[in-house]
């Protein structure tokens, strides 16, 4: 879940950049754009639904092992599930201010920076993550299986696949909408 927070926040911030033609010529605040709407859109779609699989049915290895789900309240993981779109939001805005600050190469690295991020929270955490099983099971050194021999390798690589293909479409999408307005 860390690494898909991550992902978000980096994200929008690449959103934010392959929408620069929206963002430039509109008057609005850059919330209510047509781009924000249209990655508000690919948050609740694709990376919020990711992200509760995980939770949902590996939620003690997408949170790796640092805490036991069944003693976390539902309310508390709601609030987490709004904190992560409001993440992504955030990368948004911010990569829209400094679009239109002509700063895209900041943004285009601080999107670098974050999925760079996400790569090294994987490897930091790979001893974690590279064995499936409960908050006790983990802790307890007992019946643990190997990540690749499982549910959670094929949901990785099918939730990995979707959301390649989503942030792809999201991104030629808002360029080439800035492409057909003159830009």
């Known amino acids: 879940m860390p690494t898909l927070v991550l992902l978000g926040f980096s994200t929008g911030l690449a959103a934010a950049l392959a929408a620069r033609g929206d963002l430039c010529l509109s008057p609005r605040p850059a ?12 948050m609740l779609l694709v990376l919020l639904p990711q992200t509760a699989y995980f939770y949902i049915f590996h939620g003690d290895w997408s949170l790796l092992y640092l805490m036991d789900t069944a003693t976390i309240p539902s309310a508390l993981v709601l ?50 993550l590279s064995v499936v099983g409960s908050y006790a099971q983990f802790h307890g050194q007992f019946g643990l299986t190997s990540y690749g021999s499982g549910a959670v390798f094929q949901g990785t690589l099918t939730m990995g696949l979707v959301l390649g293909l989503g942030v792809a479409y999201l991104l030629v999408r808002l360029f080439s909408a800035g492409r057909q307005l003159g830009l």
Do not use: D, K, P, T
């Open 31 to 42: 919330l209510f754009s047509r781009a924000c709407g249209a990655y508000f859109i690919f």
């Open 79 to 128: 609030l987490g599930f709004m904190l992560q779109i409001l993440i992504g939001l955030a990368g948004f805005l911010l990569g829209a201010f400094w679009v239109r600050g002509h700063r895209e190469g900041l943004v285009l690295a601080m999107a670098g920076v974050g999925a760079l991020g996400a790569i090294a929270l994987v490897l930091v955490f790979w001893n974690r």
